[in-house]
């Protein structure tokens, strides 16, 4: 059964990840198109959809078959596992930086972006540099 959990797990991640991967780009353009714009309307569409269908649904699988291999593994493996609570933190952050793009997809929607387009090009990296630390402590296990 655990395998199946981390199976499940992982397919919920990558589908996470490319949303936080992906939305800040899209925003990085949206900053740019005029407000009421064709252009600025088609951005909303895919922002929208990409956050509620994709990214939110995937968050939540991530965090539920995540939870499900702790119980698995069982919990007093939990308690000595000081490279899950650091990954477990890490996972917390990038749940943080999903709440912010979804207030910023709602800013957005609602033509109240005013954050430039340099701003969104280095938010783009923070969810990078949080999977690449998370892969780490998931693989590598440092602690």
């Keep these: 059964m655990y395998l199946w959990l981390k199976a499940l797990?992982?397919?919920?991640?990558?589908?996470?990840?490319?949303?936080?991967?992906?939305?800040?780009?899209?925003?990085v353009y949206h900053a740019v198109a005029t407000p009421g714009s064709e252009q600025s309307e088609t951005f909303k569409v895919m922002e929208r959809r990409l956050l509620r269908y994709i990214m939110t649904p995937a968050m939540i699988a991530t965090w539920l078959f995540g939870l499900a291999m702790i119980w698995a593994m069982g919990l007093d493996a939990f308690?000595?596992?000081?490279?899950?609570?650091?990954?477990?933190?890490?996972?917390?952050?990038l749940s943080a930086m999903h709440g912010l793009m979804s207030r910023w997809q709602r800013d957005f929607q609602h033509d109240r972006n005013r954050r430039p387009q340099k701003f969104f090009r280095i938010a783009n990296e923070i969810p990078t540099l949080l999977m690449i630390a998370i892969v780490i402590l998931a693989v590598v296990k440092p602690f």
């Design 79 to 93: 308690k000595v596992a000081g490279w899950l609570h650091a990954k477990l933190v890490l996972v917390l952050v």
């Design 9 to 27: 797990h992982i397919i919920a991640v990558i589908s996470w990840m490319a949303g936080l991967l992906y939305l800040p780009r899209l925003f």
